[in-house]
């Protein structure tokens, strides 16, 4: 089982910057893929970044590329995302999620933090 926690959320006015923290607890050895998502209300859930945590390449939302940016700390088994340049769009529920790869299936999500609420202001 794997934990996750995240924090760092909260509101900020057009072109302000977040740093949202994960930390992730339990057996975090046995997840090669990890991302953050966002839902905002009716609208479907979305990928913002992800990454492997076996290697550094990183993929970003069309949304999101130039002012996100995903990084993990090893040490501290806690992975990031940078916002920069914030809009009123990226208002939302984020998470992250962390889980396993399989040659068929890619990434799937096995476990998820309870979300942190990033609300941006025009």
């Known amino acids: 089982q794997v934990q996750l926690v995240e924090s760092g959320g909260g509101s900020v006015q057009a072109g302000g910057s977040l740093r949202l923290s994960c930390v992730a607890s339990?057996?975090?050895?046995?997840?090669?893929?990890v991302a953050w998502f966002r839902q905002a209300p009716g609208v479907e859930r979305e990928a913002v970044a992800s990454?492997?945590?076996?290697?550094?390449?990183?993929h970003y939302a069309d949304s999101v590329k130039g002012r996100f940016t995903i990084s993990r700390d090893k040490a501290k088994d806690t992975l990031y995302l940078q916002m920069n340049s914030l809009k009123p769009e990226d208002t939302a529920m984020y998470y992250c999620?962390?889980?396993?790869?399989?040659?068929?299936?890619?990434?799937?999500?096995?476990?998820w933090g309870q979300g942190t609420q990033v609300t941006v202001s025009s």
């Open positions: 990454m492997y945590t076996t290697g550094f390449i990183a």
């Open positions: 339990g057996d975090t050895n046995s997840n090669v893929c």
């Open positions: 999620a962390a889980g396993s790869y399989g040659l068929r299936t890619g990434c799937r999500y096995d476990y």
